[in-house]
């Protein structure tokens, strides 16, 4: 897996990429991670990347030609917009043949961890890191095959939300995780394929209920700390009833935490 990071500030990535689980699956070779500086592809001599945007507005966004040519390079084939069809984006193209681009934009959609194991099964994924007063929407229409947020808030830029896509798709890589079972055991895990093969757990969507669960409660020794003890159905060795309590806990959670999960799941159902 190729990963290839497009920013106006490669330095961030010096530290991030440079612990646990991504460190290793680099140095086991399972992932090549690669950081591009945007301003490498301009050509005016102030190395511009942004300007002002038609019709007036607040701050500078993110020209299309440096990103365009960024693409094109990385690729090696001219894959941009310029050579594609009329009726057909270039994008759609790039993606059939097992590379996304991803532009990280406040406007994008929710990162979720569907999308995680999506880009698990690629061979590379490029990652354009946008600018918080935007990019160009030509690079969204004509160049992204997928323009994705990382949560509903806004950051000064993509490179945060670049980063936390490598470590999510870095663990689902088979190899990159010293147990495979940690991927299959959390929060946001399951697909409904899945929960019908394996016996449901927190993390799974839940054959009781038909919603997608956050993880359920975890305990480590000492047995007893500060006077919180262990939950004893934890201690008794009878794996039905910890199955059906960890269901239970992880329902409780994702209802005391994360209350949109359940609301969104009921109204997919109907």
């Known amino acids: 897996m190729q990963f290839d990071i497009v920013t106006i500030f490669p330095d961030f990535f010096s530290g991030p990429l440079d612990y646990g689980i991504v460190r290793r699956a680099r140095e086991a ?12 592809f301009t050509h005016d001599r102030h190395r511009t990347v942004d300007d002002r ?10 020209k299309p030609e440096p990103l365009f040519e960024a693409v094109e390079s ?11 069809a009329p009726l057909q984006r270039e994008a759609t193209r790039v993606a059939q043949s097992g590379t996304v681009i991803v532009l990280l934009s406040a406007s994008g959609k929710l990162f979720r961890q569907d999308a995680a194991r999506r880009f698990a099964q690629l061979e ?6 946008g600018r918080y007063e935007g990019v160009d929407e030509r690079v969204a229409e004509h ?8 949560g509903d808030f806004v950051l000064s830029g993509g490179e945060l939300g670049a980063a936390l896509i490598v470590d999510a798709v870095t663990r689902l890589i088979p190899g990159a995780l010293g147990n495979e079972d940690s991927t299959v055991n959390e929060s946001f895990s399951a697909t409904a394929d899945q929960d019908k093969a394996a016996s449901p ?5 839940s054959r009781v209920t038909n919603h997608v669960l956050l993880d359920y409660p975890h305990y480590t020794r000492p ?10 159905v934890l201690l008794g060795g009878n794996h039905e009833e910890i199955r059906r ?12 935490n994360r209350p949109d999960l359940l609301s969104i799941n009921s109204s997919s159902a109907r």
Do not use: Y
């Not at 757990?201 to 969507?205: D, S």
């Open 53 to 62: 945007p038609f019709g007036g507005g607040e701050g500078m966004v993110l």
């Open 245 to 256: 309590w960890r269901e239970e806990q992880a329902m409780e959670k994702t209802r005391r």
């Open 143 to 150: 160049l992204a095959t997928d323009e994705l947020s990382i």
């Open 223 to 232: 047995a007893e700390f500060r006077g919180w003890p262990v939950p004893e």
């Open 201 to 205: 757990i927190a993390g799974h969507e």
């Open 124 to 129: 590379r994924i490029i990652l354009l890191c």
């Open 29 to 40: 070779s399972l992932v090549d991670v690669r950081v591009h500086d945007l301003r490498a």
């Open 74 to 84: 990385l690729l090696g084939d001219g894959a941009g917009a310029r050579h594609a």
